[in-house]
């Protein structure tokens, strides 16, 4: 079974600066790999996923990841945060064995300090 | 506008009361599924559905029912919660359960608290 591995469950950053969210995946086959963001009292959100076609994935908001299939690596970055982006940031991985499901990371929430 | 809707977002019960939360979808997606949300271990699948009238257990099933008799609608049944179920709760939906790629849709969530 596929898995994902979040680093930090809280991570706190200045405005302006550099945003980094560690995501390790777990998987025998080629990965489809996504996040999801969550902003406070509200569903989640995609942010952007990959799907094999490129390793630098850009996604909403200013966010971009890099899939690093040596690093079983899928971190998500962002050069410059805004107190915007303070929320909850979900890895998953798509279990295509079983359909559509996805298997979630536990989390990581961004606070962006002023 | 395209939206994964839930019912009731906010519910309060006690021990033992029967209760179904809602979803529906206005998307004509094939695809619908649960999640609960538990702090420190992300969301975890409790149902899916890949079609009408198909439905599958996710990684934790106990103590929940589902129904899919239209395409649209995914009820989550409890017929005997328990406080363990205290959680916050989220429907999604997607085109196909046969695409991987395929971005899933959430509702709102439900914050359903047992006591």
């Known amino acids: 079974a596929q898995s994902v591995t979040q680093l930090g469950s809280h991570v706190s950053v200045s405005e302006g600066a550099l945003v980094l969210l560690r995501c390790n995946y777990s998987?025998?086959?080629?990965?489809?790999l996504f996040w999801y963001v969550q902003y406070p009292n509200q569903g989640l959100q995609l942010l952007l996923k990959y799907t094999s076609a490129a390793t630098l994935v850009k996604g909403i908001n200013g966010f971009e990841a890099e899939f690093k299939k040596s690093e079983t690596s899928f971190h998500l970055t962002k050069p410059s945060a805004h107190m915007s982006d303070a929320a909850e940031y979900f890895c998953?991985?798509?279990?295509?064995?079983?359909?559509?499901?996805?298997?979630f990371g536990a989390g990581t929430i961004l606070r962006v300090k002023s | 506008e395209a939206q994964v809707t839930q019912n009731p977002r906010y519910l309060i019960t006690v021990t033992g009361k029967k209760l179904t939360v809602t979803c529906s979808q206005n998307m004509n997606h094939e695809y619908m599924s649960w999640y609960r949300q538990d702090p420190g271990l992300g969301l975890r699948q409790i149902y899916y559905s890949m079609n009408v009238e198909v439905t599958d257990k996710g990684d934790v099933p106990e103590g929940y029912k589902v129904s899919r008799k239209e395409k649209r609608n995914f009820p989550l049944i409890l017929e005997s919660p328990s406080p363990n179920q205290t959680s916050l709760y989220f429907c999604?939906?997607?085109?196909?359960?046969?695409?991987?790629?395929?971005?899933?849709?959430f509702g709102p969530g439900t914050r359903l608290t047992v006591l």
């Open positions: 998953a991985v798509s279990e295509w064995e079983n359909g559509n499901k996805l298997v």
């Open positions: 998987s025998s086959v080629p990965p489809y």
């Open positions: 999604a939906s997607a085109v196909s359960g046969t695409s991987v790629w395929n971005e899933q849709f």
